[in-house]
């Protein structure tokens, strides 16, 4: 167990569909880290929150959005779905207590997403 | 952009053998992270590492990355079937306060009893 829990666990929904993923990081670590694991594409990182703030962004589409609050959860929102958002998405957590020292990345279950 | 190349694509050993998977950047690393992977299931961290030369074992699995810092190497010693999975490498991208991972593919490996 990494400490990271996400929810739901698995998600189905129909094309046009809009869904929350939600993620609660380790206890202490600020970063959150957004990725999506297609069997086509991998896993790819899609953005990064520190402490409340978006750090990066990666190849996230403009439906796509995330946020973290000031407990340090995370949400992913998924808007207008098609098929080909069907995936397993993860989040992670990190300390990154300071800056340019990389600091382990802690992935949760992940949470699988089918569209219909 | 940074890629990462892993080889092999899939691996089946017996029982007991050894066995290594490779892990190529197109550039330099940064700070190089193993992970382990069952299928469907969430990412297990395994070791990361960051400076050039450096060495790392956990239990039977041993990570190295190269002097030059472009490839790494994940060596498993006397496989079990426990060891089964798919293993990615993650390579840190240094940025402005940004530490996202770029990941290869994976390495599926299979460990027949």
């Known amino acids: 167990d990494s400490g990271v829990t996400q929810t739901p666990k698995h998600l189905i929904t129909a094309t046009g569909q809009r869904v929350t993923l939600r993620c609660s990081p380790r206890s202490g670590d600020l970063s959150v880290y957004w990725y999506q694991q297609s069997l086509d594409q991998g896993l790819q990182f899609l953005i990064q929150y520190y402490n409340g703030e978006e750090r990066a962004k990666g190849n996230i589409l403009e439906r796509f959005s995330a946020q973290q609050f000031p407990d340090l959860h995370s949400e992913l929102n998924l808007s207008s779905l098609e098929l080909g958002d069907s995936a397993l998405y993860f989040c992670?957590?990190?300390?990154?207590?300071?800056?340019?020292?990389?600091?382990?990345?802690?992935f949760g279950p992940g949470t699988r997403l089918t569209v219909l | 952009s940074q890629e990462l190349e892993q080889s092999p694509q899939s691996l089946i050993v017996q029982e007991g053998k050894n066995l290594t998977i490779n892990c190529t950047s197109s550039k330099t690393l940064y700070g190089l992270y193993w992970y382990k992977q069952k299928y469907g299931e969430g990412l297990i961290f395994l070791m990361m590492?960051?400076?050039?030369?450096e060495e790392k074992s956990h239990e039977k699995i041993t990570a190295k990355l190269d002097e030059k810092k472009q490839q790494s190497s994940l060596h498993i010693t006397a496989s079990q079937p426990s060891h089964a999975g798919i293993y990615l490498c993650?390579?840190?991208?240094?940025?402005?306060?940004?530490?996202?991972?770029?990941f290869g593919k994976g390495t599926k490996l299979s460990v027949i009893p």
């Open positions: 993650g390579a840190a991208t240094s940025g402005a306060g940004s530490y996202q991972l770029t």
């Open positions: 992670a957590s990190s300390r990154q207590s300071r800056p340019f020292i990389h600091n382990e990345q802690f």
């Open positions: 590492l960051q400076k050039g030369g």
